[in-house]
């Protein structure tokens, strides 16, 4: 199962960007609707933190972080097999790694980022002040 974030770069605060997470080579018994697809960020010298949860069977959003919510939204659209985080209202502190992760164990929407098996490689977000 491979991940791939895009839709990262630079943006003032007050703006928005929207990623996405395509998930691909999926088994061929299986398909997007079979994962819980994690956002995660990590900013310099901070730990890993979750920041949304989405179960794709049904599209039902699990979590949002405090710090995000009212300000970013997570969907997915299962025939492209890809997960967006529409982030709106960024402030300097949304600066970070934004990665995605998937997950099909029953342990589902966790925030514990040592659950998930796969990971895309990340996309950087800078919110300038």
């Known amino acids: 199962v491979q991940l791939v974030e895009s839709g990262g770069g630079l943006v003032q605060a007050g703006g928005s960007l929207r990623l996405s997470c395509t998930v691909s080579d999926l088994p061929l018994d299986e398909s997007l609707a079979d994962y819980y697809i994690g956002w995660f960020r990590q900013a310099p010298g901070k730990e890993r933190e979750p920041v949304s949860c989405i179960t794709a069977s049904d599209g039902k959003t699990d979590y949002y972080a405090d710090s995000v919510k009212g300000r970013f939204t997570i969907a997915s659209d299962n025939a492209k097999n890809t997960v967006f985080l529409q982030m709106s209202s960024l402030k300097p502190e949304d600066t970070a790694v934004y990665y995605c992760?998937?997950?099909?164990?029953?342990?589902?929407?966790?925030?514990?980022?040592?659950?998930?098996?796969?990971w895309g490689q990340g996309t950087q977000v800078t919110v300038s002040s």
């Open positions: 992760a998937a997950d099909s164990s029953v342990w589902g929407c966790t925030r514990n980022w040592k659950s998930y098996d796969f």
